[in-house]
Each structure stands twice: as C-alpha cells, then as structure tokens.
C-alpha cells in the first residue's frame, strides 16, 4: 500500500477536523449559517479554477458529456454541502471530538455496506467476522469519547 496515499487520508481527516471549527467560526463572524456555507464552497471553488489549468491533465468534457451523465452522479455536491451546513449547525453544540466520532461511526456503517455489495461500482469485501469486530471496537471507542 502506498505510504503517501495513507499519509494523505490522515492529513484529510486533520484537515476536515479543522474545516469544522474554521466554519462555525466563520457562522459567528458572518452571523448565518447558510452564507457561511455559501462563502465556504466558493472559496473552495476558487482555489480549484486556480489549481485546474496546473494540475489537470485530461480534456475538459463536452456539455453534451455534462447532460448524459446521470442526475444521481451529481448527488455529491449535495451530499458536500449537506455535510458543511450541518457541520456549522451542530459542531459547537456537540464539540468536535464527538462531531468527528459519529461522522466516522457513520462512514463505517456506510463504507462496509457499500464494500459488501460492491454498490458504486467498488470491488465486492464482503463483511466478515473481523470486519465486524473493528467495526464494533470503533463504536466501543465512539461511545467511549461521547461519554462524559
């Protein structure tokens, strides 16, 4: 397994502890949640149209290609914009310790029911008794962070 792509995925789950926190913030410096979610995805936009001519390397789609691809395959700006909204909303009700535990209890569940029936074009990992076993170490650990 590659060490880099293993160091990135643990810099992304730093990365998106601290997005939480610099968001609520900036729910109280803008005094609304929804425009702070709003200023958060276009500074993310702007800093990919300032990366995109450095760093891609394939040919930009036709709009043709735009409108063939199915409406559900677009379902994850939804999805990111589900997740800032309802982050700003709750992380200083909840903190972030405990905000970050559920986000991974809930990427579990989904991430071993989408392996096991290979959903999303993924590869089939069915879920075994070790599977399990991590999984419910994770909620032991999830309940011990929750609990005050």
């Known amino acids: 397994m590659n060490w880099l792509f293993l160091l990135l ?41 300032v990366a995109f001519p ?12 735009f409108r063939e691809v199915s409406l559900w395959k677009y379902a994850g700006g939804f999805l990111g914009a589900f997740y800032v909204v309802t982050v700003i909303f709750i992380v200083r009700d909840i903190g972030p310790a405990n905000l970050i535990c559920l986000v991974i209890a809930g990427q579990m569940l989904a991430a071993m029911v989408i392996d096991h ?10 879920i075994s008794f070790p599977r399990i076993c991590g999984a419910l170490l994770l909620i032991a650990g999830v309940y011990l962070i929750l609990k005050n």
Do not use: C
């Not at 450095?54 to 290609?65: C, E, G, K």
């Not at 029936?117 to 069915?126: C, E, I, K, L, R």
């Open 9 to 49: 995925a643990f810099m992304i789950g730093m990365a998106n502890t601290v997005q939480s926190g610099v968001n609520a913030q900036l729910r109280v410096a803008l005094g609304n949640p929804l425009m702070a979610a709003i200023t958060s995805f276009s500074f993310g936009l702007l800093v990919l149209l």
């Open 54 to 65: 450095f760093f891609n390397q394939n040919p930009i789609p036709s709009l043709d290609t």
């Open 117 to 126: 029936y290979g959903f999303q074009g993924f590869a089939v990992h069915p």
